[in-house]
């Protein structure tokens, strides 16, 4: 069986991808091969974004199923299990780089008291993941991580997922700031977000495929800035 | 007169590198199927098809073959190396494709019904459900989770009560054993 690469468009585009690096390459080096190591053209442009309005705008387009269901009585420990009613919608909303829903970061309170923050693509206020166009509520248990909030500072997850949406890989940066925390700034090579914590801390940020490195920054209450250092791909946590 | 054999292109490309287009043309849509075959999902197939293409073209001036055999199997040994690093790390690598700024193109769906179709994807389905129920239980769970339901990793670890690096170890092996009983080494039918 031949697959033939036009048969794909994909492919092509892909071949497009290379005659242009082919081009730009021949002309930068006039004509004589270069080695690898040398950054032939600028990464291309990774968008994150922080907004509000997204969300009004692409609810249009996307209709709501079903809720996922929760999981089975029993599965999910005590401990991870936020009290019906105690969840908000927390953090300020981030733009996909492809567009369609944003995302945010839901915060509920355990039985003790504990922050259980999830995060999700976000329709009228509710969390969950868009499959086929349609979007599905993320139940309240099963889909939280409830652990003590910092008494200083912020914590951060970096969790890098597929989309449901487009399957593109993301790299989403959210966490919870305490009280002294008014933002945090993450520097990328695609430039500076910043993001102002919710009423219960959360933050939320989110890049197409995995950046190059995350520079973070927590500015506190009283003006000054503390710096985390630069984390590098694929651990971007710093030491 | 321009050669037009792969190896041809491959071995210009160092000193003209639009050449490399023609090599790509050659390889490409095997490559495509070759990945959709190995990990039985068009899109991740993309990926490393698109991050094969980005290393072998950073790399090219590594490539001292001259036959048509020499450059294929140079190609595909670049490619066997993304599918063994995407096997241990759970997801594709990026890093030829973002440094040299690639835009991997998405599939449509048009597009991805067709790869399914040509990789046989369909017809292998209970193949990986016997795969999938010949995995010890505890990695059975975690590719189930992290692979049919898509919970993150973090969010396999809280179902199952275990750590998030234990999680992935388990996501980690189980994809492994499941791509083992699957599919043998490539061949070079499939290239």
């Known amino acids: 069986m031949n697959l033939d690469h036009l048969e794909f468009p994909a492919l092509r585009e892909l071949q497009g991808e290379f005659r242009r690096l082919g081009a730009a390459e021949h002309l930068s080096v006039g004509g004589r091969g270069r080695r690898w190591g040398t950054r032939i053209v600028p990464l291309a442009a990774l968008a994150t974004l922080t907004v509000a309005a997204a ?16 999981p089975p ?8 299990q936020p009290k019906p009613g105690s969840e908000r919608l927390d953090s300020d909303l981030a733009a996909d780089p492809a567009g369609g829903l944003p995302w945010g970061v839901r915060v509920a309170r355990n039985a003790q008291g504990l922050p259980c923050l999830a995060i999700g693509r ?15 509520a993320s139940p309240l248990n099963g889909s939280s991580h409830c652990a003590p909030a910092p008494d200083s500072g912020a914590k951060f997850t970096f969790d ?10 993301r790299m989403i940066v959210y966490g919870q700031a305490a009280a002294d925390v008014s933002a945090i700034e993450i520097a990328s090579p695609s430039g500076i977000v910043r993001m102002h914590p919710g ?6 940020a989110v890049y197409a495929g995995m950046p190059a490195w995350l520079e973070r920054t927590l500015v ?12 590098e791909f694929p651990d971007y946590r710093t030491r | 007169m321009t050669d037009p054999s792969p190896a041809a292109a491959l071995r210009e490309s160092r000193d003209d590198a639009r050449r490399f287009e023609d090599f790509y043309c050659a390889h490409a849509g095997p ?23 980005a290393q072998a073209f950073a790399g090219r001036t590594r490539f001292r073959g001259h036959s048509d055999g020499e450059a294929a199997a140079w190609l595909y040994r670049i490619a066997e190396r993304q599918l063994t690093r995407t096997w241990r790390r759970g997801r594709s690598e990026q890093r030829a494709v973002r440094r040299l700024g690639i835009e991997t193109p998405k599939l449509s769906p048009d597009e991805f019904a067709r790869l399914h179709d040509l990789a046989e994807l369909a017809g292998r389905r209970a193949s990986v459900a016997q795969g999938l129920s010949r995995l010890p239980r505890a990695q059975r769970d975690a590719v189930h989770l992290r692979v049919i339901d898509e919970l993150t990793y973090s969010e396999v ?17 189980g994809l492994r054993a499941l791509a083992r009983a699957l599919i043998g080494p490539p061949t070079e039918e499939a290239r």
């Open chain 1, 55 to 70: 969300a009004g705008a692409t609810a249009l387009v996307i209709s709501e199923g079903d809720p996922i269901p929760p």
């Open chain 1, 160 to 169: 890098a997922r597929p989309d449901s949406v487009t399957g593109d890989q």
């Open chain 1, 73 to 80: 009585p029993g599965e999910v420990s005590a401990d991870q």
């Open chain 1, 199 to 204: 009423a219960m801390g959360a933050f939320i």
């Open chain 2, 31 to 53: 490559m495509l199927r070759w990945f959709a075959r190995h990990v039985l999902d068009p899109e991740l197939a993309m990926d490393l098809t698109a991050e094969t293409f």
């Open chain 1, 122 to 136: 976000v329709l009228d206020g509710k969390i969950g993941k868009v499959r086929g166009g349609v979007f599905h």
């Open chain 2, 157 to 173: 670890a809280q179902q199952l009560r275990i750590s998030e690096d234990t999680a992935r170890a388990r996501v980690s092996r």
């Open chain 1, 220 to 231: 506190f209450t009283d003006g000054t800035r503390q710096p985390l250092g630069r984390g």
